[in-house]
């Protein structure tokens, strides 16, 4: 029986392994029983479902993650919570725990071991590490079903925002090529020990099937992207033209601009993925 999801319990496995919590891992621990009941709703885990979890902490979500899933995986940067997590998640004999940096965990292995089924990925991630580690899922482009998790609503909000507005950017492209995000719900700085300075959102990606847009090399779009939010204020020519790693001329970039019927002041900001995909395509065949 998960046991964990209130403040008087997480408070007392802490003080029994005198844990001190450690500023560079971002570390705040869920203590609302509904927030937990809620992301796991969210997540529509079955006994079916193999579940990967980063940074379980002290286990509270990985035990209602294991009364749901078939198997749960969870994955730890911190040794110090280990011994903590072996006590916690002790009374489940469907979890893996590992010890590691999920940047650098082989994840086609852990698909292999799971007999190559989907996995949904269910995390309250650090604030400072948010987007490198759904990058990083979405690049491995492991069979994914969803991935459910707790992050700065600011970050949630740029997400699924559009474009014309301050939040629109890199992070909003990259999501919206590989999942539709849904916010489930907003969770008040209040439901976490320590106490954040900010308040959170539950967001679910559901993955697409098939990107949205065509694209000819998808490396090189996020490459055009990430060029053309680098420095917002610049004009998308300056911008793709200053990239080194694009090699394209100020030449090059007004000459397909022009062909799109853009003006050479446009910004990154208003263009849709749809538009960001021919761009890519049209530059990608310019410079060859």
Not at 157 to 185: C, F, H, N, W
């Amino acid at each position: 029986m998960a046991n964990l999801g209130n403040y008087t319990n997480t408070s007392e496995i802490l003080r029994k392994y005198q844990f001190r919590m450690q500023k560079k891992y971002g570390q705040n621990f869920l203590i609302d029983a509904n927030i937990l009941h809620k992301i796991v709703e969210a997540a529509q885990i079955t006994e079916k479902d193999c579940v990967l979890e980063i940074g379980p902490g002290i286990g509270t979500m990985t035990q209602y993650l294991a009364e749901s899933a078939g198997r749960v995986i969870a994955v730890e940067i911190d040794k110090g919570l280990i011994p903590i997590l072996e006590e916690t998640l002790s009374p489940y004999d469907n979890i893996t725990l590992l010890c590691a940096d999920i940047l650098k965990v082989d994840l086609s292995a852990l698909v292999e071991e799971n007999g190559g089924g989907p996995l949904k990925v269910v995390a309250n991630l650090p604030y400072y590490i948010t987007t490198p580690i759904i990058m990083a899922l979405f690049e491995s482009h492991i069979p994914l079903e969803s991935i459910t998790v707790m992050v700065q609503s600011e970050v949630a909000d740029r997400m699924q925002t559009g474009p014309g507005t301050k939040d629109y950017g890199a992070l909003s492209l990259a999501v919206q090529y590989y999942a539709k995000p849904e916010i489930v719900t907003r969770v008040p700085a209040s439901c976490f020990t320590p106490r954040p300075n900010v308040d959170s959102t539950v967001v679910r990606l559901v993955k697409h099937k098939e990107p949205p847009v065509v694209v000819e090399d998808e490396a090189y779009l996020f490459s055009v992207i990430r060029a053309s939010f680098n420095q917002r204020r610049k004009t998308l020519a300056n911008g793709l033209a200053n990239a080194g790693n694009l090699n394209l001329t100020r030449a090059q970039v007004e000459q397909v601009l022009e062909e799109m019927g853009l003006p050479g002041t446009v910004r990154g900001e208003t263009l849709t993925l749809q538009r960001f995909s021919e761009l890519s395509n049209r530059l990608l065949q310019i410079r060859a």
